[in-house]
């Protein structure tokens, strides 16, 4: 592993980690009123597209942290739907 994937990696997890207190308190408090829909809608989008970016050019730190992220952003996107007010 190089040390560009080790950065790619660490960027990644930190990308990635960011959006897990988000959705925790959302979950926890079961409301996710004050969170912007355009904005989970749009990172979803580009999560889904950065994945295939990373599939098309076969680079795993890409692959990993945008597919987990997208897990994550994913379900605040969900608890957005689910938990509307």
Request: with cysteine; glycine share 10%; aromatic share 8%.
């Given at each position: 592993m190089s040390s560009l994937d080790i950065l790619g990696i660490i960027a990644g997890i930190?990308?990635?980690?960011?959006?897990?207190?988000?959705?925790v308190k959302t979950w926890q408090?079961?409301?996710?009123?004050?969170?912007?829909?355009?904005?989970?809608?749009?990172?979803?989008?580009?999560l889904i597209l950065w994945l295939i970016y990373g599939f098309i050019i076969f680079n795993w730190p890409i692959i990993l942290t945008n597919g987990f992220t997208l897990m994550i952003a994913g379900s605040i996107l969900y608890f957005k739907f689910r938990y509307p007010g």
């Open positions: 930190c990308t990635t980690l960011a959006f897990l207190p988000q959705a408090s079961r409301s996710a009123g004050d969170l912007s829909l355009g904005t989970f809608m749009l990172l979803v989008v580009g």
